[in-house]
């Protein structure tokens, strides 16, 4: 049986894919608008994905 670390949730995995998927296709749709808006838009969601990522990862390491 591998550590418990290396095993994900099924659900969590399509969960960060469709959540990926969908930011992707909302930044390209706005791309063809305004492409400025389109940066703003992909540097949210890039800060986001990064703070979201830092703060599971804290939770898993103190046992929160």
Do not use: W
Not at 28 to 48: H, K
């Amino acid at each position: 049986m591998p550590p418990t670390g290396f095993t994900k949730n099924t659900a969590k995995v399509k969960v960060e894919s469709v959540t990926a998927i969908v930011a992707a296709l909302l930044v390209l749709f706005v791309a063809m608008m305004d492409p400025y808006v389109s940066v703003g838009i992909a540097a949210t969601l890039l800060v986001a994905l990064g703070t979201c990522e830092f703060v599971k990862r804290h939770e898993q390491e103190t046992g929160i």
